[in-house]
């Protein structure tokens, strides 16, 4: 069998391929449901430690559960957007320091365990090579910029990473040529494709050749036409809705009393808000007592209140999940009601698609100004190219989808197994690499 992992800022899937047929996802289970991926995510709780009194990690939905049972814990998540960070080394969590790379490996080695046979694939994993996802270009976060530097650096923590959780044979392939490995196999003929993934913190295009004629390259590279993305995809869309429809209703705007001065509520907050999985590092006695402080002289005390609830409680997930229900209900629908309620915050928001494309333009514009300078270094134009594969959750977005329809036509878009094309096409990649 052949093996491809894709670790993701929000889900992460295991797929394997056998030495003929279609790719298959691992299932992975959890208090008696099956899931085809598996939550990026950690938490954990003070009293929960292992025989030396290090701090134990819950990974994946038993994490979810375990926050949401409302225990005093710390919930980590998109740890894949700090990959090019070099300030980030490690966190201290209850008295236990771990590295980046420690908090990687939890969350592999969680879903290997939620397998159904996770003794035989954790031997498999350490005696073959396994091809892991990687974004065609990694940044600082989703909101930096890309640099070869930061790159480099990135891959090589994710490697040294995995292969602390058992995996000691790792080798990288693009997301989006991973997905082009995934839609090639329904096509009885060769086409020029440009493949756009779109994960959590990166959007990603791959211009390249796919078909029957292009299965015996061992190496997919030659295939390659043009590569690029740009650090902004997912996450960043939320982040414009918390702006938008959560801020202002956590005081973002106003202003409190400071002797005979009137003082804005400290801006920065809020720009952390906006990546809510940094919630847990604004939870510290210094922010804390400032809020505090202000919440009485403050023109809006119930919204300070609740802000400081959303810090102290740690309710970022909470948020995270009233604004992803709404930006998906807004790929079907003209309008949603956001609604996030949770102790002293009780927000509801009527949320139109129109005005959610105009809070997102500068994303759109970037993502826009990326494919067109693919296409440029490339020298080929939009009329060339055969199909447009969208995959990854923000292709669903239709805004994001009027990019392509407006530059390639309506009827080049495809999309398919748009959360788990990637896993799949990496199993792919590993039996076209290492087949005999």
């Known amino acids: 069998?052949?093996?491809?992992?894709?670790?993701?800022?929000?889900?992460?899937?295991?797929?394997?391929?056998?030495?003929?047929?279609?790719?298959?996802?691992?299932?992975?289970?959890?208090?008696?449901?099956?899931?085809?991926?598996?939550?990026?995510?950690?938490?954990?709780?003070?009293?929960?430690?292992?025989q030396n009194g290090r701090s134990l990690a819950f990974a994946g939905p038993q994490a979810i559960d375990a926050y949401l049972e409302g225990a005093d814990g710390r919930l980590i998540q998109s740890i894949k957007s700090y990959l090019a960070n070099p300030d980030f080394t490690s966190t201290n969590i209850y008295s236990s320091r771990f590295t980046l790379e420690n908090l990687v490996g939890f969350v592999v080695a969680g879903m290997i365990d939620a397998t159904p046979y996770a003794g035989d694939l954790t031997e498999q994993l350490r005696q073959t090579p396994v091809v892991v996802g990687r974004p065609a270009r990694f940044v600082r976060n989703s909101l930096g910029q890309a640099s070869d530097v930061a790159d480099a650096f990135a891959?090589?923590?994710?490697?040294?990473?995995?292969?602390?959780?058992?995996?000691?044979?790792?080798?990288?392939e693009f997301e989006p040529v991973a997905a082009a490995f995934a839609?090639?196999?329904?096509?009885?003929?060769?086409?020029?494709?440009?493949?756009?993934?779109?994960?959590?913190g990166t959007s990603d295009?791959?211009?390249?050749h796919v078909g029957p004629g292009m299965r015996d390259v061992k190496n997919r590279a030659e295939t390659i036409i043009a590569v690029s993305g740009v650090g902004l995809a997912g996450d960043a869309f939320d982040a414009r809705i918390v702006e938008h429809c959560i801020a202002p209703k956590l005081g973002k705007g106003t202003s409190y009393e400071?002797?005979?001065?009137?003082?804005?509520?400290?801006?920065?907050?809020?720009?952390?808000?906006?990546?809510?999985?940094?919630?847990?590092?604004?939870?510290?006695y210094k922010t804390r007592k400032m809020l505090e402080d202000i919440g009485p002289k403050s023109e809006s005390p119930d919204d300070i209140a609740a802000l400081l609830h959303l810090i102290v409680?740690?309710?970022?997930?909470?948020?995270?999940?009233?604004?992803?229900?709404?930006?998906?209900?807004?790929?079907?629908?003209?309008?949603?009601?956001?609604?996030?309620?949770?102790?002293?915050?009780?927000?509801?928001?009527?949320?139109?698609?129109?005005?959610f494309d105009i809070w997102i333009a500068p994303e759109l514009e970037e993502i826009a100004r990326c494919v067109d300078k693919l296409l440029d270094d490339a020298g080929t134009s939009p009329d060339k190219i055969d199909r447009v594969f969208l995959t990854g959750g923000s292709s669903f977005i239709?805004?994001?989808?009027?990019?392509?329809?407006?530059?390639?036509?309506?009827?080049?878009?495809?999309?398919?197994?748009?959360?788990t094309s990637v896993a799949t096409g990496l199993a792919l990649s590993a039996r076209q690499r290492f087949s005999a």
């Open 183 to 200: 839609y090639e196999q329904a096509l009885d003929h060769d086409e020029l494709v440009l493949i756009g993934d779109f994960g959590g």
């Open 398 to 419: 239709p805004a994001v989808r009027d990019i392509f329809a407006q530059r390639f036509g309506q009827a080049k878009l495809a999309g398919g197994n748009e959360l």
């Open 1 to 50: 069998m052949f093996i491809g992992l894709d670790f993701g800022t929000t889900n992460s899937a295991l797929a394997l391929a056998p030495a003929k047929g279609p790719a298959q996802l691992v299932p992975l289970h959890y208090l008696n449901q099956e899931f085809s991926t598996f939550r990026s995510i950690l938490y954990f709780e003070d009293g929960h430690r292992d």
């Open 205 to 208: 295009f791959c211009l390249l």
């Open 155 to 172: 891959v090589g923590r994710l490697a040294a990473a995995l292969k602390g959780a058992g995996l000691p044979d790792v080798q990288f």
């Open 313 to 355: 409680e740690n309710r970022g997930f909470d948020m995270y999940r009233s604004v992803e229900a709404a930006k998906v209900k807004l790929s079907a629908n003209e309008g949603t009601l956001l609604e996030f309620k949770s102790g002293l915050i009780n927000i509801e928001s009527h949320v139109d698609r129109a005005e």
């Open 258 to 284: 400071s002797g005979d001065k009137d003082l804005p509520t400290p801006s920065w907050i809020y720009d952390s808000l906006k990546r809510w999985h940094q919630l847990s590092f604004l939870n510290t």
